[in-house]
């Protein structure tokens, strides 16, 4: 079927048409072509690519969702390879570029709509929802497992059949194995003129996933999708549930499992593990009291390092007296006359925030973000009359002297999970709602900004200026601002009414942070790979033009 005219379509249009060539199995050396082209190439050339012309990755996931959901093994048409995966692009641009073409028309059904009316638009939020960052590192999501569920093993040995530290082993085997078929001199001796060539590095046997080893034999059996009629079927539209991010093994055939995306394994590994346990009505209170004081431990821990044990709190209440609690401080660290207060929500963002419910976002934003600015407010106060009020930690050892001292509390919002488009929403739900200012971001990127300003006159210095300039600045998520701040300073500028940061920013975070937390400079120094030495990463570069070019 040739291509359509792809002018003037509106989105139902755009999502009918990519339902229809989804539905051809051999759909899936598209999206085989399409992750080796924006997922799969060097540092260097992920860092200054045009993001314009490649697919994010939530833009890729719906395709190889919608794929999951319509594919149908007996239709496999012979169709012009290039002219499709030309028309997959177009028809991707298109449905972006509908959020701009059909907004206003749907807000101007709305009478006497205001600027901010505007803003808070679900259609306008929906789309910078699907069209955010990712959020954290595949490996930080790996990583971050043990932590996470530290107080839940015993369940998970019982129900799943796997220890905590198992789930990062087995990820790093399935990079692993990407990442060895892709830099093959088989894989790149392939000319991929045959379709099957483009499945060879994302395509793996049940030997392959699980080594001989029952721990990840149970952990693969929790991730697996199969191509059947009931596969996906609650994903219509984008924001949709996509049952592809949360099992992203897909068995395509006998002893044949398809891994297009290895980063949502990552992410499912470090998600799904609640959902399973809430689902356990006899284990579900002890998995929310768990999920809570794991957040307050790996916050605690981060700064720990970095103000030591003496200057380092979690669990502060304080009271007016010993029986009546006026506020508490999840955990705060202290350096010179400053205090960084951290107010650590758990809340994620639903799927029916996701789907553009205006209501339903602005619920989730209140219990994610506004509800921990507003204890931070109280606890701002109850600061600026410590020498009233009782401090303690455990009940029973008041840090009283701790407090006194404080001229300056710099009160940050932390969530557990990935939230999209936080520092975004954070903008229009909070800036323009209250005049006090915090700053709002993910556990993922405190780690990534605790590395880099690893001591507290530059955490202090960053946290004060992002959170007094946080209205001045702007940018899709934080790495972004960090970059930013290496590079420039967070400084206001008086010419500029508002600063516009850009994306490469955080890629820079990314050329560095990523060789870090993946293993690789250890693999490098292992190996004494010299500055004019080939790149083991399998870009045909010398070492100094590619990883080593940091």
């Known amino acids: 079927m040739a291509a359509i005219i792809l002018s003037e379509m509106k989105q139902k249009e755009i999502i009918v048409r990519l339902n229809e060539i989804t539905s051809d199995y051999n759909f899936i050396y598209i999206i085989a072509a399409s992750i080796l082209k924006d997922f799969c190439n060097t540092i260097d050339y992920l860092e200054h690519r045009n993001s314009r012309e490649h697919f994010n990755y939530n833009e890729a996931s719906f395709l190889v969702g919608l794929w999951v959901k319509n594919s149908m093994p007996s239709i496999r048409n012979q169709f012009d390879f290039n002219e499709r995966f030309k028309e997959v692009y177009d028809l991707m641009e298109k449905l972006h570029f509908t959020f701009i073409s059909e907004g206003p028309k749907i807000l101007e059904k709305q009478k006497d709509v ?100 029952k721990s990840f034999a149970n952990i693969t059996s929790c991730f697996i999708i199969e191509l059947n009629k009931t596969a996906n079927s609650q994903l219509i539209n984008i924001g949709d549930f996509n049952e592809f991010q949360v099992k992203p093994i897909i068995k395509i055939g006998e002893n044949k499992y398809f891994i297009p995306m290895p980063f949502y394994l990552a992410e499912a590994i470090y998600e799904s593990p609640f959902y399973w346990m809430i689902g356990d009505e006899k284990y579900v209170s002890s998995c929310l009291k768990h999920r809570g004081d794991v957040g307050e431990e790996i916050v605690y821990n981060l700064f720990l390092k970095i103000f030591g044990a003496s200057n380092t709190f979690k669990g502060v209440k304080i009271k007016e007296n010993k029986t009546k609690t006026i506020a508490e401080i999840d955990v705060c660290a202290k350096h010179g006359n400053a205090l960084i207060a951290v107010q650590i929500k758990s809340k994620k963002l639903t799927s029916i925030s996701k789907q553009g419910d205006i209501d339903k976002i602005k619920d989730d934003f209140k219990k994610a973000v506004e509800d921990a600015y507003l204890q931070g407010v109280e606890c701002e106060k109850a600061v600026s009359n410590a020498k009233n009020l009782i401090f303690t930690t455990d009940e029973t050892k008041e840090i ?44 993922f990127d405190l780690e990534v900004i605790c590395r880099y300003l690893n001591t507290p006159e530059k955490l202090i210095d960053y946290f004060s200026k992002r959170i007094n300039n946080c209205r001045h600045y702007y940018s899709e998520n934080e790495l972004c601002f960090l970059g930013f701040y290496l590079d420039h300073d967070l400084k206001k500028h008086d010419k500029y009414n508002r600063v516009m940061i850009d994306d490469s920013y955080g890629s820079k975070i990314d050329r560095i942070y990523y060789p870090e937390i993946s293993g690789y400079n250890e693999q490098l120094k292992k190996r004494k790979v010299g500055r004019n030495d080939i790149c083991p990463c399998g870009s045909n570069l010398k070492y100094k033009h590619c990883h080593g070019k940091s």
């Open 400 to 443: 009283q002297e701790v407090f006194t001292s404080i001229e300056d509390t710099l009160t940050i919002c932390i969530v557990l999970d990935t939230y999209p488009s936080l520092a975004h929403s954070s903008h229009i739900l909070l800036y323009d709602k209250y005049e006090g200012s915090t700053i709002c971001f993910t556990v």
């Open 114 to 213: 205001s600027t901010s009316d505007f803003m808070t638009n679900g259609f306008l939020f929906k789309e910078s929802f699907f069209y955010s960052s990712t959020g954290a590192y595949d490996f930080q999501y790996a990583k971050m497992f043990s932590k996470k569920y530290k107080y839940d093993e015993e369940w998970l040995l019982a129900n799943r059949g796997f220890s905590l530290s198992e789930p990062f082993e087995y990820f790093t085997n399935v990079k692993n194995l990407v990442n060895t078929k892709l830099n093959s001199s088989v894989f790149k001796g392939k000319k991929k003129n045959d379709a099957n060539d483009l499945l060879f590095p994302f395509t793996f046997t049940y030997e392959e996933l699980t080594l001989g080893k």
